[in-house]
């Protein structure tokens, strides 16, 4: 089975503090995403990485960036949490393969900023 | 926007009745996919179908896909308690894809 782990289910931070949120999969995909979760907004996606190194700009990539330095590994990082970031955050893997494959998620980070 | 839209939003049944919710796109696609969620963890796949496709099914599971309509119907026969949970279709871009918003269906022992 595939698995996509997360560092944390549930985080919280001060604003301005700067949070790494990691995620790791065991099944060799070249794709990784990260989302956010908003009630009434579905799932909106911030960057994605179609391999080591590389990363794309989704819809919302402001105030994010993110690390992909090894193929199973995929960071989202907070440079300076703001109290607008507060939401669940979803990884997710998939294979490259053209027309978009399904994609494997990760169990959630809830992550609140005060 | 490329994202689909799931209606009805909320839909609320009695175990053993069957769900239908819809999805509703704009822009042409390789696949639509549905994903479902339970309260507060990640999404799981539930079903894939190709543009070229018409209808496919899945256990309990049905999905009819209009391509001249950009529509999609995911069919939940003779629904269990634990069928409890939101649905999100999502259709396929280049290298991702597009969630709607779900449709949080309640299953009433």
């Known amino acids: 089975d595939v698995k996509v782990t997360q560092s944390s289910r549930y985080l919280v931070k001060r604003t301005g503090e700067k949070v790494f949120l990691e995620c790791v999969q065991d099944?060799?995909?070249?794709?990784m995403f990260w989302y956010r979760q908003d009630p009434g907004l579905g799932l909106r996606l911030i960057y994605f990485?179609?391999?080591?190194?590389?990363?794309e700009k989704g819809d919302i990539p402001e105030g994010y960036s993110v690390s992909r330095e090894k193929k199973e590994r995929f960071s989202l990082i907070l440079e300076s949490a703001s109290t607008n970031q507060t939401s669940m955050y979803l990884c997710?893997?998939?294979?490259?393969?053209?027309?978009?494959?399904?994609?494997?998620f990760g169990p959630g980070t809830r992550l609140t900023v005060t | 926007s490329q994202q689909g839209e799931e209606d009805p939003q909320a839909l609320s049944i009695q175990e053993g009745e069957n769900a239908t919710m819809n999805c509703s796109y704009k822009?042409?696609?390789?696949?639509l996919q549905w994903y479902r969620q339970n309260s507060g963890r990640g999404l799981v796949h539930l079903i894939l179908?190709?543009?070229?496709?018409r209808e496919k099914h899945s256990g309990r599971l049905r999905v009819t896909l209009d391509t001249s309509k950009k529509s999609s119907s995911l069919l939940i026969t003779a629904s269990r308690a634990a069928d409890t949970a939101s649905y999100f279709c999502?259709?396929?871009?280049?290298?991702?894809?597009?969630f709607g918003t779900g449709t949080r269906l309640t299953v009433i022992p």
């Open positions: 997710a893997s998939s294979f490259r393969v053209v027309g978009s494959r399904e994609q494997y």
């Open positions: 099944m060799d995909h070249e794709n």
């Open positions: 990485s179609y391999d080591v190194k590389m990363k």
């Open positions: 822009t042409s696609i390789n696949n």
């Open positions: 179908i190709r543009s070229n496709e």
């Open positions: 999502a259709t396929s871009g280049a290298n991702n894809l597009f």
